[in-house]
């Protein structure tokens, strides 16, 4: 079992930054490709950015230019780099971990996932 905690989150205005971080515990071999996702009131979870242990990264299209993703050299921290934030940023941030696989960045791939963690954008 792997225990997924995220932090990191808050309140920010528009074109403000944050960082998230998630710290993997117990089997951390059974980590394999981390992740990010985002959940809006009233939307779907959707992948934000993933990392596997060789250090290859994907962002959504859309996220590209703002948000970065990256490790520590153990690969039991991931952080989520998000930068020129927006109000379409609201969200619950989730990390996850379990995927065989860098993309696509989807939930269903995914074998662990932590709590969550807020993230709230004003205008």
């Known amino acids: 079992q792997v225990q997924l905690v995220e932090s990191g989150g808050g309140s920010v205005q528009a074109g403000g930054s944050l960082r998230l971080s998630c710290v993997a515990s117990?089997?951390?071999?059974?980590?394999?490709?981390m992740a990010w996702f985002r959940q809006a009131p009233g939307k779907e979870r959707e992948g934000v950015a993933a990392?596997?242990?060789?250090?290859?990264?994907t962002v959504l299209d859309s996220l590209r230019g703002r948000f970065t993703v990256s490790a520590d050299n153990t690969f039991n921290t991931l952080y989520l780099h998000m930068g020129s934030l927006k109000p379409e940023d609201t969200g619950v941030y989730y990390c996850?971990?379990?995927?065989?696989?860098?993309?696509?960045?989807?939930?269903?791939?995914?074998?662990?996932w932590g709590q969550g963690t807020q993230v709230t954008v004003s205008s």
């Open positions: 996850a971990a379990g995927a065989r696989r860098l993309v696509p960045v989807a939930a269903a791939l995914y074998n662990y």
């Open positions: 117990g089997d951390t071999t059974s980590t394999h490709v």
């Open positions: 990392m596997d242990p060789d250090g290859r990264t």
